[in-house]
Structures are given as structure tokens and as C-alpha cells.
Nanobody, 127 residues
Framework: QVQLVESGGGLAQAGDSLRLTCAAS????????MAWFRQTPGKDRDFVAA????????YLVDSVKGRFAISRDKDKNTLTLQMNSLKSEDTAVYYC????????????????????WGKGTQVTVSS
């Protein structure tokens, strides 16, 4: 079993920065891909960002490009989402996900490419 624990969420004002961290444990083989998704009440969970195992391939949804950055520490098995210039529309519960399928190379935004999920961390941005 794999455990994913997110941290770093909280309350911020528009324009502020927050850093989310996801720590993975429980398997000897590191996840091939790790990703961040977010969800607001009553809406589907949406893709935000993803990184392959060594951080050489990263993806960001268009709405956060230029503001967010994703990074991966393969030795520590952690995934970080640096969120700058936060907007009220970034308010959501952010979920960390981990997967071991090579299908994520071509479709990192697909939720079914991820086998394990964290419980989520709330990010609230006030305008």
C-alpha cells in the first residue's frame, strides 16, 4: 500500500504564495508519475500539474502556467507545487496522486493513470 500525505495548504490572500508538498511512502519503487489535482465543491476534480519520476518531464494546466511550478525529489519521494500569484479561483482542495503506468507519459492529466491518492489539503485564497 502507498500513502500520500499532502501538506502546506491554508489561507492566503490574492497575490500571495503557498507551497504544497506531497510525501509518498510504502513502496520501494518510486511512482513513475506524480501529480496534483484540485476540486471545488460540486465540481469534478481537475488536473493541475504532473511530473515524471525524475522531474525531467513536467506538465501544467494552462490556467496556472507562469504562476505555479511543480518539482520532484526522487530521492526523498516528494512532490512540491509552488503556487505564486494566487487567485481566488485557485481556491480548492488539492490532491496528490501517484501512478506507475507509462500511459501517463502521453496523458498525465488522466485520473485513471494514478493508482493512489492523498486525502487532500485545502487552499483558500481570499480576494
Amino acid at each position: 500500500q502507498v500513502q500520500l500525505v499532502e501538506s502546506g495548504g491554508g489561507l492566503a490572500q490574492a497575490g500571495d504564495s503557498l507551497r504544497l508538498t506531497c510525501a509518498a511512502s510504502g513502496r520501494t519503487v518510486s511512482p513513475y508519475y506524480m501529480a496534483w489535482f484540485r476540486q471545488t465543491p460540486g465540481k469534478d476534480r481537475d488536473f493541475v500539474a504532473a511530473s515524471n519520476w525524475d522531474g525531467s518531464r513536467t506538465y501544467l494546466v494552462d490556467s496556472v502556467k507562469g504562476r505555479f511550478a511543480i518539482s520532484r525529489d526522487k530521492d526523498k519521494n516528494t512532490l512540491t507545487l509552488q503556487m505564486n500569484s494566487l487567485k481566488s479561483e485557485d481556491t480548492a482542495v488539492y490532491y496528490c496522486a501517484a501512478g506507475w503506468t507509462y500511459k501517463a507519459d502521453t496523458s498525465p492529466q488522466r485520473q485513471d493513470n494514478y493508482n493512489f491518492w492523498g486525502k487532500g489539503t485545502q487552499v483558500t485564497v481570499s480576494s
